[in-house]
């Protein structure tokens, strides 16, 4: 449990760490004594859904895909349970973020809206499904945004990278045109030192 991203964990989120790392742990073992436990596979999912946030990097898509497996699960066992749908629709939705690819994220934001639209018809009068569903409906949008964001960022920073390498070529040709001077000058005033009559 101690990884290296803990240690930028704010006290709150290091608190949440430890709450869903207990979850996680107390639903794993309640799949243990009964392996068809709907209700702790989609706790053992939501939990490591929770841990995906708190995490960074690969850990952090190791969490997603393992929720994905365990609510999948779930689903096999009961494929109305609304509460598994709407965990795998976020679990989908957080899938599509971790893809550059607009096409592959957009099949993750479809499979989520799927899921979503199953678990409001299951259980019509959840507030959270629908808002899950109209927040879904964005995501491509908020996708586009954040490629474009981190292409922007990647550009500038190749370009400061560029910049850093002309001024240091830059500081070097100065340096060098200096050092040559100086030497033509040492090289002038040694000659001429030289060949002054004694």
Not at 18 to 39: H, L, R, S, T, W
Not at 92 to 100: D, E, P, R, V
Request: hydrophobic letters at 40%.
């Amino acid at each position: 449990m101690a990884s290296d991203g803990m240690q930028h964990l704010a006290p709150e989120e290091l608190e949440r760490l430890i709450f869903f790392e207990a979850a996680k742990e107390q639903a794993k073992a309640e799949v243990k004594k009964n392996p068809k436990d709907v209700q702790a596979l989609v706790r053992w999912g939501g939990a490591l859904l929770e841990l995906a946030h708190l995490k960074q990097g690969h850990e952090s898509i190791v969490c997603i895909e393992e929720a994905v497996e365990r609510i999948e699960q779930a689903l096999k066992i009961d494929p109305r349970k609304h509460e598994a749908l709407w965990c795998l629709g976020n679990a989908y939705t957080s899938q599509g973020f971790l893809h550059a690819s607009v096409e592959k994220a957009q099949d993750f934001f479809d499979r989520a809206s799927d899921c979503f639209r199953k678990a409001c018809k299951e259980d019509p009068n959840n507030e959270v499904y629908k808002k899950a569903l109209e927040m879904n409906s964005k995501a491509p949008q908020l996708h586009a945004q954040i490629q474009k964001q981190l292409q922007q960022q990647q550009e500038a920073s190749m370009q400061e990278q560029a910049k850093l390498q002309s001024a240091s070529s830059d500081f070097l040709y100065d340096v060098a045109g200096w050092a040559i001077l100086v030497g033509l000058g040492v090289g002038l005033v040694v000659l001429s030192s030289l060949q002054k009559p004694k």
